[in-house]
Every structure is written in C-alpha cells, then in structure tokens.
C-alpha cells in the first residue's frame, strides 16, 4: 500500500525567506507524485507533478520540487516566499499503470508567513 | 476554462436531515471522485466514478451515504441521515481519460448541528 508523510505539521517563514517542504512516501514502484495548494475555504490547486524523466519539476508560482528515489523523498521548495504563499499543501502519491486512479494524501503542512 | 464545481459551497443542517451534494466535472473528464477531509482523517477518498459506473465504493462511511452519477456531466453525493461526525469538507475531483491529474473542485462545508 502507497503512503505519505508530511513531517511538518506547520511552519512559519518570513517573507522573501526560502522555503522547502518535506515529503516522505512509500510505494514499491516509480510513483505518480504531485503536490496541491489549498487556501483557506478553497478547494485543492495542483503545483506541479512528477511521473518521469526530470527529477526536478517546475511548477506554478515559481515552485520546483525534486524527486529523489534513494530517499523516498519529494520535496517542495520555494526561493523566495511571498506573503500570498500562506496555505496548506499537499503531497499526493499515485499509483503509476493503467487502471489505476488512487491518490494517497498526506496530512499537509500550513505554512504561515511573516510580513 | 470551467473548473469543477460543486454546490452549495457551505451547509447548515439539523441532525436526521437528508443532504445532497452535488458536482459538476470537467467536460470531457470521465473519471470523478468524491473526497472527504476532515482535521482527524485527512483527506479521503470516498467514491471512484469511471465513465459514470461506480469503481471503488469502498471508502464510503456506511449505508447513510450514497453517490450517482446519471451522466457524464453530474454526480451527487447524499447523506440520510446526517449525523454530527458527518461534518466536513468534502470535494468533488475529475481526471481526464489517460491522464493523473485530479482536478479538484473549491468543496462544500457541510455542518451538521
């Protein structure tokens, strides 16, 4: 069975600081990774995704995560945070093959920024 | 480009009443899933639609729930009767076919008083 883990429950960073957040997954093959934004009262936004080749991602609002096999690891970053990036994220592991469609979650880091 | 959408985005209802959510997918996407999320649980997947026929129905509380998909373009998600732990978020997500990506609506915030 798929899983992931977010270690940070919640961070806060000042704005214009860097930023990186943890992702942990477990699946026995090349994984589907992806990672979504939700504002408060708003549904899940996708940044970015990683199925293969490139193990660094671009995404949307200048995000790039990193794929690293050896460590089971996607994390998310960021190099200059703006105060709009305030919100909770997600990392998403899916199942990579035909017919699958099962999106594990993990339970999402709130970042807080400091003005 | 239409999003998901989903309505109503907030409700209030007493213990006992019966609730029915609904989502309009993606045109074109012809997978549409149902999540719940909740500070406990997280995010959950309660039902999976391929092509309007009910896949996986597995995350699906108990017999109070209940989902449809009468076409390819609606879903509803009902709960009789509903019960206070019933409250929570939950989204409305679709995926085109061949594609990974799910595509989730803003939610509707359902309280159950």
């Known amino acids: 069975a798929q899983s992931v883990t977010q270690p940070d429950i919640h961070i806060t960073v000042s704005e214009g600081a860097s930023l990186e957040l943890r992702c942990n997954y477990s699946?026995?093959?090349?994984?589907?990774l992806f990672w979504y934004v939700q504002s408060p009262g708003q549904g899940l936004q996708l940044l970015l995704k990683y199925f293969s080749g490139d193990t660094l991602v671009q995404g949307i609002k200048g995000f790039e995560a990193e794929f690293k096999r050896s460590q089971s690891s996607f994390n998310l970053r960021k190099p200059s945070v703006h105060w709009s990036d305030a919100a909770e994220y997600f990392c998403a592991v899916g199942a990579s093959g035909a017919g699958s469609y099962q999106l594990t979650f993990g339970k999402g880091t709130k970042l807080s920024v400091i003005p | 480009d239409a999003g998901v959408i989903q309505s109503p985005r907030h409700e209030v209802t007493e213990m006992g009443q019966e609730v029915t959510l609904r989502c309009k997918p993606i045109s074109g996407h012809n997978s549409l899933f149902w999540y719940r999320q909740t500070m406990m649980r997280g995010l959950e997947l309660l039902i999976y639609f391929n092509n309007n026929v009910p896949i996986d129905d597995s995350g699906m509380p108990e017999d109070r729930f209940s989902a449809k998909m009468p076409n390819a373009s609606f879903s509803t998600l009902k709960i009789q009767p509903s019960e206070p732990r019933d409250s929570a978020v939950y989204f409305c997500?679709?995926?085109?076919?061949?594609?990974?990506?799910?595509?989730f609506g803003p939610g509707t915030r359902l309280l159950v008083l």
């Open positions: 997500a679709s995926r085109g076919r061949y594609q990974e990506t799910q595509y």
């Open positions: 699946y026995g093959a090349t994984p589907y």
